[in-house]
């Protein structure tokens, strides 16, 4: 399921909207050990383009 979401919001990165509401289905649906790896994987892809929807949604998970 992991690689579903990555491909999943590498699709729908145009838009912050999308981006969002994807991240949130994935973090919703992967199991903690899962939602690890992709807050790893968001941050190193997309911080400089939606840090701030970053931190938002990732509240709550340390790094």
């Keep these: 399921m992991l690689e579903y979401f990555k491909t999943i919001l590498s699709k729908v990165s145009f838009s912050r909207e999308l981006f969002e509401r994807e991240l949130r289905k994935a973090i919703a649906s992967l199991v ?32």
């Design 32 to 63: 903690p050990k899962e939602v690890e790896q992709l807050r790893d994987w968001c941050y190193t892809k997309y911080r400089d383009l939606y840090g701030e929807v970053l931190n938002r949604c990732f509240v709550g998970f340390a790094a």
